[in-house]
């Protein structure tokens, strides 16, 4: 059976904040970069491009990089509107290790 694509949902990524202040689960400084010893909440925004509306939206974050710690990789977004956008609605947490230099760079897996 053919699908026609116009009547899919589809997401793409929108935008990352990174969250390093002291309220909720995320632990830091509150400057806005990752620093080693840091818990890390992430609010990553996700718009859906197609013409119905996603369901049961949830993410699942990944990384092969020993130097940071996933601490709450899944993220339940629920239902993202067709030409609208949504923010993860529970918590994405990762813990920065003392491994980590200053300037490097986290390769996402995912
Ligand atoms: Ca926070
Ligand atoms: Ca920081
Ligand atoms: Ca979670």
């Not at 940071?68 to 993860?88: K, Q, R, T, W």
């Not at 609605?89 to 996402?108: C, E, F, H, K, N």
């Amino acid at each position: 059976m053919a699908v026609d694509p116009g009547l899919q949902a589809w997401l793409e990524w929108d935008s990352t904040i990174l969250d390093d202040d002291g309220e909720g689960a995320s632990v830091g400084d509150g400057d806005g970069m990752a620093d080693r010893g840091e818990s890390l909440q992430f609010v990553v925004r996700l718009r859906n491009i197609g013409h119905v509306a996603a369901e049961n939206v949830a993410a699942v974050l990944s990384t092969d990089d020993p130097r940071v710690e996933i601490l709450d990789a899944e993220a339940a977004y629920g239902v993202i509107d067709s030409m609208g956008n949504g923010a993860n609605g529970d918590d994405i947490l990762v813990r920065v290790t003392d491994a980590i230099s200053d300037g490097d760079v986290i390769p996402s897996a995912s």
